[in-house]
């Protein structure tokens, strides 16, 4: 500014009036730039006064454009429109490719804020062609960036974010700072809408980093307003508050209106969390007012909605469906798909709340069909699809609620299942190549027959809301039996908690030496995968686990017959240890009804009857922390595992230095049987290996030794079963789609069945499960009758009846039975 107004000086000293007209433009970009949109206006009209007196009509186009951008950032879209068009005009005159491109580029900005997506992105891809065309790289990122914008608000998060990527690429390349900021706040704003919100915060505070350093105070409210948004989500209403008024206050600063009414329906979202709902009444109509008057229709039907969910806390039912109608209408007419999904489940919560069954079914049904179609747009990206359907579960859940109370407890099943395991499933189909139908697709037009056709005797499927347990039994030979359970005094994560307490194997307790969680020896690059641990007594009293068998089996037992079983869990109860829970009744996890009959479904030739396998005690000497310590133990007793398995089989097993990441991924695609025994990880359970030989660094970092479920999905198995002799190998994040671990992994490869541990297990003890379980698998047992004849002689041993050394082990997928040499 201070060369601009120099600049200025000299112009108008010696009667330069184009150059005093550029020092005019030039001033009231950089007004803009800092937020202070009004003085910039000011500047722009002295330019545009000169431009027209000396006849210099791409000057005047130029700053048509820019007296746009001002009047768009203060919240007056349509007079913005009007500028833009009338700068497209000159510019398009004069054959100015360069400013013609920008102002396609502009108008696309003010129809993406007046919610018109489609004719926002026609704009967009006229400024991509002609930026690409002319060389403008700069231009070429920014256009890339305003069509995720779009492409995100009608629900295509894969599209959208392949375009921030883009734009933040180009943006490093040109050393467009701002740019970079902007595509790290973008990039931000999808992840939260997948439902992944600590890489949101972590792309936010980059961005926010970066409109810091270069001054854009716009760009520093909206950061705020962004991380305000996550912390939200995460729960901490406070620290969102505090980021809100940060943003509010940037916005009155520098008479940005559409900030303003965005902070104000933000903080109206974050008090309406704390029940605070009169203020936040309070603040969603401010936000209303506001997004009315600058035409903003997508922040007005939001404000709407907001409105309505903040009615129905206090009580009037019938305001709330007026406002979410309305919701409805504008996300309808702008083709909001996630506006419209949320409107619905709104509308559906209103009608419930009322008695009125029927239009809250009706309700509950279109919204989770606009989620299921953004679901599906998101293609094959995993990760995506499971934060994504995680962020909406409360869709699924009031369904099948509902029909529950409805009394169709029949459909209330085919509701739940439907939502389960969704992103397993699309992954399992392309695996073996076949499109089954989901189990809810079955009914009612097929029997109950065909849909159990697959299945073994009988099945129980799980189903949470909040404390309430629902339990369908399905058996061949009779109907479905729906039973009701209400956890007493608490809830399942407190249940959860307080059983592995009793056994001594609570969250952050160090019991045993095959995790890798309790190493933690200063190791800089793996510093989110270990934790420290502090050793707590366990129980050796089957008993501990009465609590779980009442709560999980005790509703249904009169129901259950023979003595095979398969559950499908749900929520914290995905990690209970259901084999341990009855001696008479052989019991195995399936993530869904339709995942179970995908794989028993599965081509007779795909999963190999042959090859082994066998990983064990893999050489970690050389992962070390700063001081060059080895941090990992070794695991003599695991590597005796895998050699006692080894002649069973007549196959060598890798053991030491042999067993790398490279060699193990490399060996496990064809055969019949993977057993790994190592360290695993507490948090998704994956598994630590022989760092690989051509690693870069001379100290191994993870990529080089950790067995992630990334490596593993990326893979074909063939493996009919999969042992995973490590620590926690069967936990993972707890989400609407299960567990979501290593063991999903090795089911999504191609395993046909995975035998996980749920917690830290013993070197010493598990080679004695180990020889147990073989021992009954050689002698022509399957793997489920082979592991409840283990935990049998475990439960009656004097050295090693506690229940931590036999209960973690829980068989997930199909029952087996592998064919061993001769002797």
Known sequence: MEYYEKDLSIAKEVGNRAGEGSAYRNLGNAYCNLGNFKQGIEYYEKDLSIAKEVGNRAGEGSTYGNLGCAYCNLGNVKQAVEYYEKGLSIVKEVEDRVGEGSAYGNLGNAYCILGNFKQAIEYYEKHLNIAKEVGNRAGEGSAYGNMGIAYLSLGNFKQAIEYYEKHLTIAKEVGDRAGEGSAYGNLGNA?????????????????????????????????????????????????????????LSIAKEVGNRAGEGSAYGNLGNAYRNLGDFKQAVEYYEKDLSIAKEVGNRAEEGLAYGNLGNAYGNLGYFKEAIEYHEHSLSIFKEIGHCIGEGNAWNSLGHDHELLGSLSNALRCYRLSIKHFDKTRRSLKSKDEWKISFRDSYRASYTALWRTLLKNGETEKALYAAEKGRAQALMDILKDQYGIDFPSFSELAPNQTLTAALELLPSQAVFVALDQNKIAFWVLRKDSKISFRQNEIANGSADLLMETILKGIGVRDGVRCENRSLDPLRRDLSHSKNLFTEKTVLPSSSSVNSLQPLYDVLLGPIADLLQGNELIVVPDGPFCLAPYSALSESIRIRTVPSLTAFNVIVGAPEDFHSKTGALLVGDPWLKEVTNKKGESILEQLP??????????????????????????????????????????HGCQ????????????????????????????????????????????????????????????????????????????????????????????????????ASAALQQTMKSFRESKQHCAIKHWAPFVLVGDDVTLEFPKK
């Open 637 to 678: 007793c695991a590597k005796q595992e895998v050699e006692m398995i080894g002649q069973l089989l007549q196959t060598t097993p890798l053991t030491g230095k042999s067993a790398t990441k490279s060699e193990v991924l490399k060996s496990m695609k064809s055969v019949a049987l993977v057993h790994i025994a190592a």
């Open 191 to 247: 992840y939260r809408n997948l439902g992944n919100f600590k890489q949101a915060v972590e792309y936010y505070e980059k961005g926010l980093s970066i409109v810091k350093e270069v001054e854009d105070r716009v760009g520093e409210g909206s950061a705020y307003g962004n991380l305000g948004n996550a912390y939200c989500n995460l729960g901490n209403f406070k620290q969102a508050i505090e980021y809100y008024e940060k943003d």
């Open 683 to 782: 948090k998704r359970g994956e598994i630590a290996l022989a760092p690989n030989t051509e690693r870069k660094s001379p100290i191994p970092k993870e990529e080089d030794y950790i067995l992630k479920m990334s490596d593993v999905q990326r893979i074909s198995l063939r493996a009919r079963l999969v042992v995973l002799s490590c620590c926690h190998s069967g936990r993972g994040e707890v989400k609407s789609e299960g567990v979501v671990g290593i063991a999903r992994a090795f089911l999504c490869a191609g395993a046909r069945s995975v035998l996980v541990s749920l917690w830290a297990i013993d070197d010493k003890v598990t080679l004695l499960f180990m020889r147990s379980f073989y021992q009954h698998l050689v002698d022509g047992k399957s």
